[in-house]
């Protein structure tokens, strides 16, 4: 038996409670097996494979907050640095009642290679908790927030670990963080991403995970001899990376069909009013059946579906595991061309291998959703430097970074003998400029 397969059996016999974790280290395995073949000796005697799936540190610690009738309720925090051979901790903070530790590990051991794609000097960690913020007043929000942050921030700092947003943790949750953080540590720094203008966020980061998607389509689609202008576009979700990505995919000429939330999905022919999914979502945090209050020809279902509707191009930009096999079956039938990831691992390895082997061109989240860390690095950089940069100028860099990234990944695939396999291209180069650095660190 081979180095890869006889650590991946221990790691699944260790963890088999943790199914989303086991998930993101098989496809992330089986996709290396060229790198490691290639170097086994050296990698098995200085157990990368081992190191690398086993997280720096995990902390796990009770929220206790007063809701509004007086009472006091407990939720679960979380931070999981995983491993921080290129840079200080960054990953963002998930709050959702399907947190839980296989979630955050997943979450976190993805954001390694993530982040070393975006080319930045930056490690990876993930966070979060099982508080639901939908349904809470503003106060009972601050209140779950504030007690989170006098735990963790025990933990984090500019130089050692950045949290940042993620699903239920938008801009008024960031806010209440950093303002428990600076209160307890006495430090205004740099400490999380994703802030608000007037106290240190950079300009372009609301849009940049659902912009920087659609630079990588962009980029794919021409390296394929083809745009998006004239193509129909369908997108699920409608939180911060669905609505940005949206939006550029009609800068660009493409007509977004779809959105969704948790409870069901829109389908508008003449394409997705914007400005009413933006006033009912990030305004009035309201459900997307309202939308039809907007455009009365529009069509509201219950459940899931988006991935049934004829289209060119399938954005899944909700949360993890949202398309499965039979809907990787829909979107061949229907002629998609191409499958690009908002969110983190919505394409089930089954639907990933059924779309590949079907000529889909696939771009899995850990490039093509990096925009959003990338530029919460550059937001990093603009603290460090005390200094705020236009929003060209942090939008140009990401499309930079983006269509960096789309080079890099295609050129690895080429090199491994898998051309235009992108997950492959995706792992193997960010694998090896982590693997780099742990090998120059010695054992720790
Ligand atoms: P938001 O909370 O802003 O939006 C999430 C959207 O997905 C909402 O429309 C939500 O519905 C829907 N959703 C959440 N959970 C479920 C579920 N279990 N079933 C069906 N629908 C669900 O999150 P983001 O847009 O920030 O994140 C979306 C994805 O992108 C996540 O996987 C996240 O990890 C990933 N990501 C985000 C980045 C960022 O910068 N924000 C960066 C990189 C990746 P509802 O409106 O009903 O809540």
Redesign the pocket.
């Known amino acids: 038996m081979g180095y890869t397969e006889k650590t991946l059996d221990a790691i699944r016999a260790k963890y088999a409670h943790q199914p989303e974790f086991l998930q993101a280290v098989t496809e992330v395995f089986e996709s290396l097996e060229p790198v490691i073949t290639k170097n086994e000796k050296l990698y098995e005697s200085e157990a990368i494979l081992e190191r690398i799936t086993e997280p720096d540190r995990q902390i796990i610690f009770r929220v206790p907050w007063v809701d509004d009738s007086g009472k006091i309720r407990v939720n679960t925090g979380y931070r999981v640095q995983f491993n921080n051979s290129i840079g200080p901790y960054k990953g963002?903070l998930?709050l959702?009642p399907?947190v839980n530790l296989s979630v955050i590990k997943f979450?976190g051991f993805e954001q390694v290679f993530k982040n070393s794609l975006t080319g930045l000097p930056i490690g990876g960690g993930k966070g979060g908790s099982d508080f639901d913020p939908?349904g809470k007043s503003d106060r009972e929000v601050m209140a779950f927030c504030q007690s989170f942050m006098t735990e963790l921030c025990k933990y984090i700092g500019a130089d050692t670990d950045v949290p940042?947003?993620?699903?239920?943790t938008?801009a008024r949750e960031i806010g209440y963080m950093f303002g428990q953080y600076k209160r307890i540590r006495g430090l205004y720094e740099g400490v999380l991403t994703?802030k608000g203008l007037s106290y240190g966020g950079s300009l372009a980061r609301t849009e940049?995970?659902g912009y920087g998607l659609l630079y990588i389509v962009d980029a794919l689609l021409k390296d394929h001899g083809t745009s998006l202008d004239g193509k129909t576009v369908v997108i699920?979700?409608?939180?911060?990376?669905?609505i940005y990505a949206a939006e550029k995919a009609t800068a660009l000429g493409g007509k977004v069909v779809t959105m969704?939330?948790?409870?069901g999905w829109i389908y508008d022919k003449d394409g997705i009013d914007l400005a009413a999914v933006k006033e009912i979502?990030e305004v009035r945090r309201a459900?997307?059946t309202e939308y039809k209050n907007y455009r009365p020809n529009s069509e509201y279902h219950e459940g899931?579906g988006v991935w049934g509707v004829k289209c060119d191009v399938a954005l899944p930009?909700?949360?993890?595991n949202?398309l499965l096999i039979d809907d990787a079956k829909e979107l061949v039938k229907n002629g998609a061309i191409a499958v690009c990831e908002?969110?983190?691992m919505?394409t089930t390895i089954e639907a990933t291998k059924y779309l590949q082997e079907n000529g889909v061109l696939f771009i899995p989240?850990k490039a093509a959703?990096?925009g959003?860390?990338a530029t919460s690095a550059l937001e990093m950089s603009q603290n460090s430097e005390r200094l705020s940069w236009t929003f060209e100028e942090v939008d140009s860099k990401l499309h930079g970074i983006m269509t960096n990234i789309y080079a890099n990944i295609a050129g690895a695939s080429e090199e491994f003998g898998m051309k235009g396999n992108y997950v492959a291209g995706a792992n193997i180069a960010g694998f090896k400029k982590v693997v780099d650095a742990m090998l120059a660190h010695g054992a720790c």
Do not use: F, M, Y
């Open positions: 963002g998930r959702h399907s979450l939908k940042a947003g993620d699903i239920g938008g994703g940049a995970t699920s979700g409608a939180g911060n990376v669905a969704s939330d948790s409870t979502k459900r997307l899931r930009c909700a949360t993890q949202e908002g969110a983190n919505p989240g959703n990096a959003g860390v």
